[in-house]
């Protein structure tokens, strides 16, 4: 819940009355105001964006070290046992 000491932002949205109903039917499944449910529902969705942002780095960043033969020179080494 949003405490008083939390900055919120009021946003508008429209949305087609179908989702809508379905909405209010899902909010009052699980207990929660309409608000909240959007909150939850917009933190899942940017969440699963910073998810796919993070997928797309990672694939570039292991192709720019496979590609890279400075970066992999060493990789011969890390299966020897150092004492």
Known sequence: ML???????????????ELA??????SA???VSRSELYKLALEHFLAEQRRERLKLIVAEMAEEYRADKELTALTVLDAEEFV
């Open 21 to 26: 109903s379905e909405a209010d039917n899902c």
């Open 29 to 31: 499944e699980l207990k």
């Open 3 to 17: 405490t008083a000491n939390r900055s919120v932002e009021r946003v508008t949205i429209s949305v087609p009355h």
